[in-house]
């Protein structure tokens, strides 16, 4: 689960990441002028109830010149330490579980600093300082937001339970004053002053919240109220929404795109997106056989991919500065940057998919600690190793809704920040100079549209044929096909018989012309299948697999297909079954 700070870092000055970013560049003695600043003296009052909305619309206000400002100058100091220094700096920090957290952080880095070497433009790279601080701040903000709201009702929680132990506590210390205590007596008042204790340090957690929250939207309301109402565009992530969905998104929207253009004039984003897939593919993820998102060799093979990309485009870079007229080293530099982005927002896809996986952890374990607190409750007069028993269920149930409360702010969090990577942020200078409630109503009516963009790029989706293909990601798929009649499906489907598969084959092949190797949910796994399918059959290597879209009951699957010559159809596709694969003629 990721550390508080990954996000909260971004509070007091910004991207933490980008404090200690460094360039070769001379100082070119610039600043940011005071009289341009988005905010200046008191902050608006606080209304009297707090919404997500208001609080992403104070935090970027209220700490975007700080933060923008950071960046700026350090962007541009003189100072000996080179960007690959500070690449390596970041993604060696912290602990070993915010490997992909600082991944992020370090391409933030390279993406800033590469486009501040791309243009001559002040104005341009400000504007993008503005707007990434606005995001991060923004995103800071629904994190703590979705926290505040938890912290304030279980403080008063630990209270009463503190409040309700602390008395038999002071019972039992008053007899032990008059050495009236049992040995089991004793061991209690050990237990129940530890339990209490612990009680006291998550309170102390929680009320770092309330501190954190209040400095980040600049209040100091001890008795802030929150709208806690269902804040749905950072809660809903529809199944349909792949990472090529986000991408083509940021190609179309973010900046570094649009800058490309302005530098190159004959730049073609979407053929910089193609390559860019060709050059870093998407880390292989298989339904079936193969890494999922909670893996730590998966998270492994992310977290190099981020690191090869901000490398190699740090690399381009400094290659670009020796020569600023060489076109090909222009091209270049933007060719990565590409990839960069593109990674950027698939990193950012998996961390939403990861914490959706924590969630589904910690809530097994939560309902496991409910169950034996209730066993526990079902007996009468507990002795006292039982009362302790029962006292650190509580305690243990209180800190994993903690933890729950964590979880599901990390994810509405990196949902927003999926969307801002994808291009979709309203954040811009000007915009950040408006009254709060204006600010507030371009998130809401920005956020509301980013929903209906990628809802459409669904749709648009739907203009491919499913070719009657409702068979994709079923085991007995074949079994359907040779019967002639739906089987129910499980999951755990023994695979079917060589034979019967061989037979299959035979029977079904006229006018026939191409062969169907699988479908899948996500394009990254049908090219990894690809791969280990080509892999696998020697026979298939002299033929080219191509992946086409299909749309099943309004999802989206990905068809790995090849089309070989027709007499070689049916003894191909009996080599594919024999090698241990699937295999269908259509």
Request: glycine share 4%; with cysteine.
């Amino acid at each position: 689960m990721m550390k508080r700070w990954a996000y909260v870092l971004m509070i007091s000055a910004g991207m933490a990441l980008l404090t200690a970013c460094t360039t070769e560049k001379k100082s070119l003695g610039i600043a940011l002028q005071t009289n341009d600043l988005v905010f200046s003296g008191n902050p608006e009052a606080v209304p009297d109830k707090v919404n997500v909305y208001t609080a992403m619309a104070r935090a970027a206000k209220y700490n975007a010149d700080t933060s923008a400002q950071n960046m700026f100058k350090k962007i541009y100091a003189d100072n000996s330490e080179t960007p690959q220094k500070v690449v390596e700096g970041i993604l060696a920090a912290g602990q070993p579980q915010d490997k992909l957290y600082n991944a992020a952080k370090a391409m933030d880095f390279a993406d800033i600093y590469a486009m501040s070497v791309l243009t001559d433009n002040l104005k341009y790279v400000e504007n993008a300082m503005y707007a990434k601080s606005a995001q991060n701040l923004s995103v800071a903000a629904i994190k703590l937001h979705r926290e505040e709201i938890f912290a304030l009702k279980q403080i008063k929680q630990i209270d009463r339970l503190m409040n309700q132990q602390g008395k038999i506590l002071k019972k039992l210390n008053e007899r032990n004053q008059r050495d009236d205590l049992t040995l089991p007596e004793i061991n209690y008042r050990k237990n129940l002053e530890v339990a209490l204790n612990n009680l006291g340090e998550i309170k102390k957690q929680l009320e770092l919240v309330n501190l954190e929250y209040a400095q980040l939207i600049k209040t100091s309301d001890k008795d802030l109220k929150l709208e806690g109402k269902r804040f749905y565009e950072l809660d809903d992530f529809d199944k349909g929404y792949t990472p090529d969905i986000f991408q083509d998104s940021a190609v179309s929207n973010r900046r570094e795109f649009a800058l490309a253009k302005e530098k190159l004039g004959g730049f073609n984003a979407a053929k910089a997106r193609r390559q860019a897939y060709v050059d870093y593919p998407p880390v292989a993820r298989l339904d079936i056989n193969g890494l999922e998102i909670e893996d730590t060799r998966y998270e492994a093979e992310l977290f190099n991919k981020a690191k090869i990309v901000t490398f190699n485009l740090l690399e381009a870079i400094e290659k670009y500065q020796k020569d600023p007229a060489e076109e090909r080293l222009k091209q270049k530099a933007f060719d990565e940057l590409a990839a960069l982005v593109m990674t950027q927002v698939e990193l950012a896809y998996r961390l939403v998919e990861k914490s959706s996986f924590d969630f589904e952890a910690n809530r097994f374990e939560i309902v496991e600690t409910k169950n034996a607190i209730k066993q526990l409750n079902k007996k009468n007069n507990l002795p006292d190793f039982e009362k302790i028993d029962l006292l650190n269920k509580e305690i243990e149930q209180i800190a994993l809704e903690q933890k729950e409360a964590q979880i599901l702010a990390e994810r509405a969090a990196a949902l927003r920040n999926l969307y801002f990577l994808a291009g979709l942020s309203p954040f811009d200078k000007n915009m950040l100079k408006g009254r709060i409630k204006d600010i507030e109503a371009t998130l809401r009516q920005a956020f509301n549209q980013d929903m209906v963009t990628m809802l459409s790029a669904v749709k648009e989706q739907e203009r491919w044929d499913d070719g009657g293909n409702a068979w994709a990601h079923k085991d007995n798929w074949l079994e359907e096909l040779i019967d002639g009649e739906k089987q129910p499906y499980k999951k755990s489907a023994p695979k079917p018989k060589l034979a019967k598969k061989k037979q299959a084959v035979l029977s079904g092949a006229k006018g026939k012309t191409m062969m169907q190797l699988g479908a899948y949910t996500e394009m990254d796994n049908a090219i990894a299948d690809q791969k280990r399918i080509r892999d696998g059959v020697d026979a298939l290597r002299e033929y080219d697999m191509f992946i086409e879209d299909a749309v099943v009951n309004g999802a989206v699957y990905h068809r790995l297909m090849v089309k070989p010559e027709r007499e070689n159809l049916i003894g191909l596709c009996n080599q594919v079954v024999e090698a241990g694969f699937d295999c269908i003629l259509k």
